[in-house]
């Protein structure tokens, strides 16, 4: 089946403009998880959704990220007000459930580049 | 505080050669730990996953190691190929009170020559 699929690939915005970035995880995972990764840089949580529990935001780095998510389907995460710093490449990832040992399939990336 | 640390940042090697990536940790506590290769421009991909009492655990010419006394992992790649140049992410996952924190480390960039 398809896997994980994340649009748009690539987003060039302004300063202090908002963004939403779009993940649509493998039918059927109920775990969802978005990372964001800086050059030269490991992933970075962010935030985690397992079914209709309330999502784990320990990861956001300010007020100005969040993240939503339609029952076990697609997420959107938004940037406001998007500085350079939020330049990055943000994955997303789906997992069968939130257990340590399910695998987690990643999507391809948006790659934000803010000017 | 929890952390995963990679060497080397990056390496070159020639085709048809082997080499070992070093991972080391202080995540606790453990639940297991991961190898991913990420090719450029697109997400990471599992190549292995070990428990606290597995050892060794191979994927065709990829085979890593765990010593979960010393919190040290590896990665052996043998007779490396062109497709095996991209960056191999090693990653813990530690497990407190039911949940799960994934650490990442920041890789090692390989890349092979002909």
């Known amino acids: 089946g398809a896997g994980v699929s994340q649009s748009p690939s690539n987003k060039v915005t302004e300063k202090g403009k908002d963004v939403e970035l779009r993940c649509d995880p493998i039918?059927?995972?109920?775990?969802l998880y978005w990372y964001r990764q800086r050059l030269g840089q490991g992933l970075e949580f962010l935030i985690y959704?397992?079914?209709?529990?309330?999502?784990?935001k320990s990861g956001l780095p300010s007020d100005r990220f969040s993240a939503e998510r339609t029952g076990e389907s697609v997420s959107t995460l938004t940037i406001q007000r998007t500085q350079q710093e939020d330049s990055a490449v943000y994955l997303c990832?789906?997992?069968?459930?939130?257990?340590?040992?399910?695998?987690?399939?990643f999507g391809p990336g948006t790659r934000l580049t803010v000017l | 505080k929890n952390q995963v640390e990679q060497s080397p940042q990056s390496l070159i090697i020639l085709e048809g050669k082997n080499c070992t990536l070093q991972?080391?940790?202080?995540?606790?506590?453990?639940?297991?730990l991961r190898w991913y290769k990420q090719d450029t421009g697109r997400g990471p991909v599992s190549l292995t996953i070990?428990?606290?009492?597995?050892n060794t655990k191979s994927n065709g010419r990829y085979t890593a190691t765990l010593d979960a006394d010393t919190k040290q992992s590896s990665l052996h790649i043998t007779a490396s190929q062109l497709s095996d140049s991209a960056s191999y992410i090693c990653?813990?996952?530690?497990?407190?009170?039911?949940?799960?924190?994934?650490?990442f480390g920041t890789g090692t960039r390989l890349k092979v020559l002909a």
């Open positions: 070990m428990t606290f009492s597995e």
């Open positions: 959704f397992q079914g209709n529990s309330a999502p784990d």
């Open positions: 990832a789906s997992s069968r459930t939130s257990g340590s040992k399910n695998e987690q399939f």
């Open positions: 991972c080391n940790y202080t995540v606790s506590p453990f639940s297991n």
């Open positions: 990653v813990v996952i530690g497990s407190l009170s039911g949940t799960y924190k994934y650490i």
């Open positions: 039918s059927g995972h109920t775990a």
